[in-house]
């Protein structure tokens, strides 16, 4: 491969594209035939190309600060990571076993927690959860479902073996960029589009609204859906008007909307107050209305806990949802699988220790130089330790930390996680990246077609929030067939 | 569609109509200027002084001359009408509506920031670059609004836009208007009578309703005929009448409306009714003036029947629909 960069022979993780003879795997030898015919002037070209487009067409995030709002593009990478349909059909089936399992232990804790019964999920990681919410313990929302929006993240190890890291229940983002990948590819290499058999993937919007559109508390009439934002001044604000417009729904903030004595919500419109029927929100459960929650939000809604709590209004992921958004109950969902569907796990979990449990913590402990250690509660990678990169006194530190709340940390291996090759100084390296498709749930259930894949775009990191660093990549699911 | 939305929409449309304005105006004095004599002058402060900028523009700038004139109209982002701020403030308020536009419609007006923020000091470096760089900020505004009649729904949301763009476009007319008072000339100039009529052709330039002009009205630009045209014309889109007609036109596509569209109606029948072809130049200065003030009450008007129609607390049990029709 004339174009692979030299970092390629030190390279011990697997590579998406590339075997270990650095020859195109079977399904990105179309691409390979592609790239090798351009030259590196072309090749640069075309970069810039990309680069332009992502401004034409404002996919930024913005920094804002006193001395200004500052416009980054959204950092992308033109080499598509690629994978086998046959391949992804199975990981797809084992995201919507996963969520399936996770709605139903969602809905058992808010009820008669008979998997606590039965001593298959034990009480006391309920007890120290940061995010059940009391205020939603009786309630069974339709279909029973509480997460209808799922963003799994999911890391190839060495030996190709494809694992769950976490699953994000509350407000996951990121499916507008997967979106916006797609059209960017489209624009500036369309001639690969014919060479190889590449799935879609912009019916997620409609697939959303579907999702959206069942769980409306009015039949018959079409439903009035609302995106419910913290405002511009989030940084996921592009998706929320992004998936608004694509989804030809209102786009509100708290203070758009009034929830009046009749229970029912309403939308400060130009020709009066108009009902809601759904409500996608994506403020955390704490925002969401002062009445129950945080009594000085100024992001949510007076009243829309009871708005949802007497069904007057359809509410996407369900207030309280997040309680199984927790790294210590992730360790449990495979149980959660066998317990409530009576099924193996199509899908693995990242081996986990449990801090709470006496063996398993001084395990942790004695090998913290080897562990990568998460807080249960947090994510975009806050509050956790890559141990084999820490520094002896943060390691002690951090000890100190597990064992004061030891029932608030879980540890797993670090995995060497896939590399796919990404365009450096006109080279192909290799960098580090994971995957995270989007799996809805309403009436019926739906997984992306492959997600959004993020890349380390520094040389050896593992980091791949766009916060820190990192791009991403269109990620291509393909007809083998046609190799 | 959400009164919050509905401000934005409104908001956005005036400033894109704003920037495409102050565009025009600065190309077409420049044009005049390199026709008018020796001894004849044109102070640049003028423009700054029609925009109603005056003030703001002393407080930063020591001294009134074309540089520092250009500066403050097309990219100091203190003065809020420049240009480079219109445009800005424009793509945050569509930024907040992409879901009631059409979709290529951000990716425009992100283009024209875009173009706007690269070349808007290029802009201020020379006649040429200026000319160049403003007129393809007027033609990308034209596309914009090509963008509106031809692919959005004739909505709300649209007659909003159209709403704003009148607003706008009313009050910037009355204000080219008034730049000829502007213009001083030697008293025994013999070249008086046709230099005049440099200056109001140049005024009808900036409107791009010089040929318009010449074909509807006449081949000879003469002041009474050029105010008449630009005040009463219906048959002219920029002209007073007809955007306060254009305004009247949405609000009756628009929901309760019956409480306000006399406003727009009787400005449009006192208009229609003055005599402005005999004005003094003082007169009508005092006029014009007079007419923004009254695009200023339609402008409250709308703003606080549409879009700041919820105070808070506001419930809706006892705000319906139909008591926010009927009642006053």
Redesign the interface.
């Known amino acids: 491969m004339k174009l692979a960069s030299d970092e390629y022979s030190n390279l011990t993780a697997y590579d998406e594209l590339l075997d270990h003879n650095l020859h195109p795997r079977p399904v990105a030898r179309p691409l390979f035939d592609y790239l090798n015919s351009l030259d590196e002037k072309e090749l640069s070209a075309r970069r810039e190309a990309v680069e332009a487009t992502i401004?034409?067409?404002?996919i930024t995030f913005t920094i804002y600060s006193e001395s200004g709002n500052i416009d980054r593009a959204w950092p992308f990478d033109p080499i598509p990571r690629i994978m086998g349909r046959s391949e992804w059909d199975r990981i797809q089936a084992g995201l919507k076993q996963r969520l399936t399992a996770l709605n139903l232990f969602i809905n058992d804790l808010y009820n008669e927690q008979k998997i606590i019964k039965d001593g298959v999920f034990p009480a006391e990681v309920l007890t120290g959860s940061g995010n059940f919410r009391p205020q939603c313990v009786g309630i069974t929302p339709r279909f029973g479902v509480w997460a209808h929006i799922c963003g799994t993240d999911l890391v190839r190890d060495r030996d190709g073996t494809v694992y769950v890291l976490e699953d994000n229940l509350r407000v996951p983002s990121g499916v507008s960029y997967m979106l916006e990948n797609r059209q960017i590819m489209k624009r500036i290499f369309p001639e690969v589009f014919r060479t190889t058999n590449i799935l879609p993937v912009d019916d997620y919007p409609t697939q959303l609204y579907q999702t959206l559109a069942a769980l409306s508390p009015r039949s018959g009439s079409q439903p009035v859906i609302a995106?419910l934002t913290p405002g511009?001044y989030n940084s996921a604000?592009?998706e929320h008007?992004?998936l608004?417009?694509q989804m030809?729904?209102?786009?509100?903030?708290g203070?758009?909307l009034?929830v009046?004595?009749?229970d029912?919500v309403?939308?400060?419109?130009?020709?009066?107050?108009?009902r809601v029927d759904v409500i996608y929100r994506r403020i955390d459960d704490n925002f969401l209305d002062p009445e129950v929650f945080n009594p000085d939000s100024q992001l949510g809604v007076r009243g829309l806990m009871r708005a949802w709590r007497n069904g007057k209004v359809g509410i996407a992921n369900a207030p309280g949802a997040g309680v199984a958004d927790d790294k210590v109950v992730y360790a449990f969902v495979p149980q959660m699988i066998r317990y409530y569907l009576d099924q193996d796990p199509i899908l693995a979990n990242v081996p986990s220790y449990l801090c709470m449990y006496d063996d398993q913590r001084d395990y942790v402990l004695a090998n913290l130089d080897k562990l990568v250690v998460k807080p249960a509660n947090e994510s975009g990678g806050y509050g956790m330790i890559i141990g084999p990169r820490a520094t002896p006194e943060e390691r002690a530190q951090f000890a100190k930390l597990i064992r004061a709340n030891p029932r608030n940390y879980m540890a797993q291996p670090t995995l060497d996680i896939s590399t796919a090759p990404t365009l450096v100084d006109g080279k192909l390296a290799p960098r580090h990246l994971d995957l995270r498709p989007f799996v809805l749930q309403s009436d019926k259930l739906y997984a992306t077609t492959g997600g959004l894949t993020r890349v380390a775009l520094r040389k050896g990191s593992l980091v791949v929030n766009s916060s820190q660093g990192g791009g991403s990549k269109d990620t291509w699911i393909v007809e083998e067939g046609d190799q | 569609?959400?009164?919050?939305?509905?401000e934005n929409l409104y908001w956005m449309a005036r400033y894109l109509e704003r920037a495409e304005n102050t565009a025009r105006l600065i190309n077409s004095t420049t044009h005049v200027l390199l026709d008018l004599p020796h001894g004849a002058s044109f102070g640049w402060a003028n423009l700054v002084e029609i925009a109603g900028l005056d003030s703001l523009f002393k407080k930063n700038y020591p001294q009134a001359d074309e540089q520092a004139i250009m500066r403050f109209l097309i990219e100091d982002t203190d003065n809020p009408s420049s240009i480079l701020s219109c445009v800005q403030y424009a793509r945050?308020n569509t930024?907040?509506?992409?879901?009631v536009?059409p979709?290529e419609m951000?990716?425009r007006i992100?283009?024209l920031y875009?173009y706007v923020r690269e070349n808007a000091a290029i802009a201020c470096r020379s006649r040429r670059d200026r000319y160049m760089v403003l007129n393809n900020i007027i033609e990308q505004r034209h596309a914009i609004i090509g963008l509106v009649s031809g692919t959005m729904a004739h909505d709300?949301a649209y007659q909003i836009i159209k709403l704003g763009r009148n607003v706008e476009r009313a009050d910037m007319t009355t204000r080219i208007l008034d730049l000829n008072s502007a213009v001083q000339f030697p008293e025994d100039s013999v070249l008086h009578e046709t230099l005049m009529e440099r200056v109001w052709m140049s005024t009808l330039n900036s409107l791009s309703a010089y040929q318009t002009y010449r074909r509807l009205v006449s081949m000879r630009v003469r002041r009474s005929d050029v105010i008449k045209f630009l005040l009463h014309d219906m048959r002219f889109p920029r002209s007073v009448e007809h955007c306060l007609s254009e305004i009247e036109n949405c609000l009756r596509v628009?929901?309760?409306s019956n409480q306000l569209i006399h406003i727009p109606t009787q400005l449009r029948h006192d208009l229609a009714q003055r005599s402005t072809e005999n004005l003094s130049v003082a007169e009508l200065h005092l006029y014009l003036d007079r007419l923004q003030a009254d695009f200023g009450v339609v402008h409250t008007a709308l703003t606080q029947h549409?879009?700041h129609?919820?105070s808070d607390g506001?419930?809706?049990?006892k705000?319906?629909?139909?008591e926010?029709?009927f009642t006053k």
């Open positions: 401004m034409a067409m404002g995106v511009i604000y592009f008007s992004y608004a417009q030809g729904a209102y786009l509100v903030e203070s758009d009034i009046g004595s009749d029912v309403y939308m400060k419109n130009i020709s009066g107050m108009e | 569609m959400l009164a919050r939305a509905a945050e930024r907040t509506l992409r879901e536009l979709a951000w990716e992100n283009s875009l709300i628009l929901p309760r549409y879009f129609a919820y506001d419930n809706p049990d705000k319906s629909q139909t926010i029709e």
